[in-house]
């Protein structure tokens, strides 16, 4: 017979070096793991990639600036970047360095898969768009060609990906939209976010937490070096320039009604009546297609039936049928602020 | 293919044209259709406010105060209304089948003059598992399955779903994993089929993980069994009846717990990712037809399952006589293979009886208590009826029963773990091959199958370590 | 249209002439399918047509696989195909799917779409969007006696005239109104009501504008295709297995089936 305390303690320990060993993320196992996927290849294709934003943006590349972006020790790039040029992906001339057509295609695939991956994250999974760049940082490596033609079709292929950049067809043709940068955009005329970009990360974060996205409306009501006041889905939102500056802005393309006075479906009180005004930018793929099938269409009535033992999920009632939604979904229904309607057909 | 190249180029370029809200816009315009034509055809009786009856269920079974108490006194009325309900009618048969039939066919195998060992293994073996498993899961069935389709028919199940939604999302599940749970407390596999209408292959995973946690109805047997022996035994004769159910509801809600610790776990490991999206339309309720229901639950589902736990249990009785029959050395295999587990079976507080038991009913897990019983009286020497030994058998009455179990060394412990070990164990093989079909994939049936065995080992591991500790 | 689709009892009533045959579906005459929103009572009309007991239950989502069974009216034999419940045909989910492909291209002769009398409005989304797939469709309102007893009243006739196809009240749990919509089924799938379905009209803009331009591309491609438009909508959102089906070769086929089924009528 074995002694009950003894074997308890055993099993506490073996259960111990399991979880040190396989915990998410920080276990030994997964740090293990990682350091052997950074490899020669990766590094390859995030340099074609830095060249291409480099070329993109007017400037051009170079072992110092690239240098700066990726950080990454200067042995180490000198040797990818020889390797890349005896491959014929890029030239060299002096200092200069940039793409040629075999390495511009080679970094338009890179960022096709990139930005589909993003689309598939935001639209398909649910995870937090504060991880999506850096899971798609991995994806772009691994996924082969057919593999992204494949996702591309599985998502309706896509033109935009959530930050509102182009994803480059099979083809390799994207379209920019015509953009400026919020602290550049005229006061008083209705726009539209196109762009937001997401590094460097502390900037993203502070524009997430104003609960900004691509594709919602916009209006700046005030803008100096100080600060960027502008309204946008309703709300008003006050950020710093430097913040603000990642904001890309394009004029309002279609002849939209601006919606300023709505608020947020998950407000409406138990009994409350009001009118869909229309559903959040930041409601994407299925989740967005399956609202608009139940019927939460711009205009429909919506009166807040039931709420659940825990207060979170509630119930609306639309078009005769009541319909249970979780309160982050609720969030992006935006529904008319005065709740006083006339009934009556 | 020359067709087709010139109409995705012309669809391209029109891609770029219509821009991202084409879908939107495409929506809205059917929708602006569809509520002209409504207002045209539709005709409102009268201006008057009629009381809604709908709503007002709703605001009861959802309420704050007592939208959790009704379910739970739901569940419990359901399952009571079951094990005593059942008590009769399972007597009956089991007079029936194994008092009547059982001896009769005794008498004509000898007036055929039969050998001994095609006897035993056709009346002993074959005929007696069939005729156990009839007797003991009919009854139940034919009275969980009306109740459950008349709540169903109601319109009962989707606030189960609107619920406990919030404990779900918090597991990182999908609020419709209720719905799945609730179909599998009828049967594992048709929760399991039933995940479809979850539409996030992340969340349906975990659902489809998870369903096993759902006990069964196969695995109730052995639940009001081992509850009534070891658990009613523990209070006054009256109170028993209530005692027992409510150590099965107990197990029951344990297993829900585990649904939601497991899914928060799988959710935060290999399943990551956060919660997608949720919409459940609330149907309004409709008064069940009663008897028609009671009706077709009883023909399609109660008979269907039967039928199922008969094919399964054919051959098992003919293995079971079979590996108690058959001699290596000294012993029958079977009283070796005890022998074997014994060790591993006392470290988690049962025995080898029980966990080859588990072993011979993977196939379906309505035969374990027959199987438990029989092996148990052939090791400690029961009284058992019968050519050869282990011939399955259903004991008289519950002291019987009790008796032997004692005999054979059981304790409450043994008692409980076994309630313990039958909710957290591997699905039966049909569970197993409908994960397969579901998920076309040998890793996550692997995964599902083994990883609620994993968990019933370390859970009664524990309790029995802690047991022993506190109770000597 | 030919025949006045809702009537109560009257003419036709023709029990006599319904044999169940249960999932016999060998040497069809007609293929039916059974589409609808979910919950609206798909698989009661099945069972109440077929004899067979699809299981039923009062939540969205019951029937997740297809099912088959059969019956006959009038010496022509009917397949009946019940599928599971869908909001829209435009989504992408994957618990639509069977439905959506079912109804796209498993080519039946007849589709009937349950409605939810008590939830009109948002039926009619899918209703819309089947007539742009197909002509051949009979509306099949069910839940009347819910409906009544909430107090809503539907004319059936005003919602025939502007769906422009047959439109039959039931209460398929009571068997109500099941031998009319045997009957209308019948009528359609032999071509003796020929509808003309509605028509889109709420799509502006540049939508419209291209919808209409690949309309007219994919008919100078495919002659005699009858759900140009909606192919056109599908393929501008993307649909992935329009894609592949147009390089397969899945839409000729579609195609050749259509015409198929019009000499049927015609002869
Ligand atoms: N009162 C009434 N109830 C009905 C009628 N038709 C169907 N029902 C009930 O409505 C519920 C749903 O019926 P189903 O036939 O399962 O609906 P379905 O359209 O197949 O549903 P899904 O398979 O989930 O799409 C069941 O409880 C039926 O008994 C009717 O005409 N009147
Ligand atoms: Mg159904």
Not at chain 2, 135 to 144: D, G, H, N, S, W
Not at chain 2, 358 to 376: H, K
Not at chain 3, 97 to 119: M, Q
Not at chain 3, 193 to 222: M, W, Y
Request: hydrophobic share 45%; glycine share 8%.
């Amino acid at each position: 017979m074995i002694n009950p305390v003894l074997a308890l303690s055993l099993f506490f320990v073996v259960l111990l070096v399991v979880f040190l060993l396989f915990r998410p993320e920080k276990g030994f196992y997964w740090k293990f793991a990682g350091m052997l996927a950074s490899n020669e290849k990766t590094l390859m294709e995030d340099v074609l990639k830095q060249i291409y934003h480099m070329e993109h943006a007017g400037n051009t590349g170079s072992l110092l600036s690239l240098k700066g972006t990726l950080d990454i020790s200067e042995e180490k790039l000198v040797k990818v970047i020889a390797g890349m040029e005896s491959k014929g992906l890029i030239r060299t001339d002096g200092t200069k360095i940039s793409l040629r057509q075999e390495g511009n295609d080679y970094a338009i695939k890179i960022i096709r898969a990139h930005r589909l991956w993003e689309k598939y994250l935001a639209d398909k999974t649910g995870v937090d768009k504060r991880e999506w760049h850096h899971l798609a940082e991995r994806a772009e490596h691994k996924l082969t060609k057919e593999q992204v033609d494949d996702l591309a079709l599985s998502l309706g292929d896509p033109r935009y990906d959530p930050h509102g950049d182009p994803i480059p067809t099979s083809k390799g043709d994207m379209q920019y939209i015509q953009h400026v940068s919020l602290p550049l955009f005229p006061v008083d005329k209705q726009g539209y976010i196109v762009h937001i970009e997401d590094e460097p990360e502390s900037i993203y974060e502070q524009i997430i937490a104003k609960n900004l996205q691509v594709g919602a409306q916009i209006k700046v009501i005030e803008a100096n070096e100080r600060r960027i006041r502008f309204s946008s889905e309703g709300e008003e939102v006050v950020l710093t320039p430097i913040v603000a500056n990642n904001i890309s802005v394009a004029e309002q393309r279609r002849s939209g009604v601006f919606r300023k006075n709505t608020r947020k479906l998950s407000g409406l009180k138990l009994g409350e009546k009001s009118k869909i005004a229309g559903l959040s930018r930041e409601c994407r793929g299925a989740n967005r297609r399956r609202l608009l099938d139940l019927g939460f269409v711009p205009g429909t009535e919506v009166e807040t039936c039931l709420s659940s033992p825990l207060g979170n999920p509630r119930a609306y009632l639309i078009k005769g049928a009541s319909i249970a939604l979780r309160k982050e979904q609720a969030d992006l229904v935006l529904i008319e602020m005065n709740n006083d309607i006339a009934y009556g057909n | 293919m020359e067709k087709s190249n010139e109409i995705m180029s012309l669809v391209s370029e029109l891609q770029w044209e219509v821009g991202e809200d084409f879908h939107d816009k495409l929506v809205e315009g059917i929708y602006s259709d569809a509520s002209r034509i409504a207002q045209k055809a539709v005709l409102k009786e009268d201006g008057k406010k009629h009381f809604n009856i709908d709503a007002a269920i709703d605001k009861v079974v959802t309420s704050r105060v007592f939208g959790f108490p009704i379910m739970l006194l739901l569940l419990a009325t359901v399952l009571w209304v079951t094990i005593t309900g059942a008590n009769y009618p399972s007597a009956m048969l089991n007079n029936l089948l194994i008092g009547m039939g059982y001896p009769f066919l005794k008498e004509m195998a000898v007036t055929i003059s039969l050998p001994w060992w095609l006897t035993g293994f056709l009346v002993d073996g074959i005929y007696l598992a069939m005729a156990w498993v009839i007797a003991v899961m009919l009854p139940p069935m034919a009275i969980f399955f009306p109740l459950f389709t008349l709540l169903e028919d109601f319109g009962y199940l989707p606030r189960v779903a609107f619920n406990l939604d919030r404990i779900f999302s918090k597991a990182g599940a999908h609020g419709k994993q209720a719905l799945t749970m609730t179909m599998g407390f009828g049967c594992n596999a048709a929760g399991v089929v039933a995940t479809r209408i979850i539409d996030s292959p992340r969340e349906r995973l975990i659902a489809i993980i998870t369903n096993n946690f759902a006990l069964c109805n196969g695995r109730w047997p052995t639940q009001i069994l081992i509850g009534t022996i070891f658990i009613g035994a523990l209070v006054p004769p009256y109170l028993s009846g209530l005692v027992s159910a409510a150590s099965v509801v107990g197990i029951a809600l344990l297993g829900i717990l585990f649904t939601f610790i497991i899914s928060w776990m799988l959710s935060n490991t290999v399943l990551k990712g956060a919660v997608s999206t949720f919409t459940l339309e609330l149907p309004p309720y409709r008064p069940p037809r009663f008897w028609k229901t009671v009706y077709t639950s009883l023909i399609d589902r109660t008979f269907i399952v039967l039928w199922r736990a008969i094919i399964f249990a054919a051959p098992a009785g003919a293995v079971i006589w079979l590996v108690s029959n058959i001699y290596i050395g000294d012993n029958s295999i079977a009283a070796n293979l005890i022998q074997f587990f014994d060790g591993f079976g006392f470290l988690i507080g049962l025995n080898g009886v029980i966990l080859l038991a588990y072993i011979l009913a993977i196939p379906a897990n309505e035969i374990v208590i027959p199987t438990i019983l029989m092996l148990t009286a052939m090791v400690y020497g029961g009284t058992g009826v019968g050519a050869g030994e282990g011939v399955m058998f259903e004991f008289d009455s519950q002291m019987a029963t009790a008796d032997l179990l004692h005999a054979g060394g059981w304790t409450l412990l043994t008692g409980l773990n076994l309630m313990i070990f039958s909710l957290l164990h591997n699905p039966c093989s049909t569970t197993i091959y409908t994960i397969y079909k579901e998920t076309k994939s040998a890793k996550w049936t692997t995964v599902a199958s083994l990883l609620p065995l994993v968990v019933g080992i370390m859970v009664t591991f524990i309790i029995a370590q802690v047991w022993r500790i506190f109770m000597g | 249209m030919a025949t006045e689709a809702n009537c109560d009892g009257c003419a036709f009533n023709n029990a006599a002439n319904l044999k169940k045959l249960g999932v016999n579906v060998s040497n069809v005459n007609f293929v039916v399918a059974l589409a609808g929103n979910p919950n609206t009572g798909k698989s009661t009309v099945f069972n109440a047509l077929t004899g067979l007991k699809q299981h039923t239950g009062n939540w969205p989502g019951k029937t997740i696989a297809r099912m088959e069974g059969g019956f006959s009216y009038n010496d022509k034999r009917y397949k009946l195909v019940d599928l599971p419940g869908t909001y829209s045909l435009l989504s992408t989910s994957e618990d639509e799917e069977i439905a959506r492909n079912f109804i796209l291209f498993g080519n039946p002769d007849v589709t009937v779409v349950v409605v939810d009398a008590t939830r009109l409005e948002r039926n009619l989304n899918l209703v819309l969007q089947i007539l742009e797939i197909t002509k051949r469709v009979v509306v099949c309102l069910n839940l009347l006696d819910e409906a009544k007893r909430h107090h809503i009243k539907v004319d059936e006739r005003v919602l025939a005239r502007e769906l422009g196809v047959p439109v039959v009240g039931t209460s398929a749990r009571f068997n109500k109104g099941i031998d009319a919509l045997i009957k209308v089924v019948h009528d359609v799938a032999t071509g003796e009501i020929i509808c003309k379905p509605h028509v889109l009209k709420s799509i502006s803009g540049n939508i419209r504008h291209a919808v209409n331009r690949l309309t007219s591309e994919i008919e100078k491609h495919f002659e005699g295709i009858t759900n140009s438009r909606w192919l056109a909508i599908r393929l501008l959102e993307g649909d992935q297995s329009l894609i592949e089906a147009l390089g397969d070769n899945r839409i000729a086929d579609m195609v050749d089936n259509q015409n198929r089924v019009m000499e049927k009528i015609a002869v």
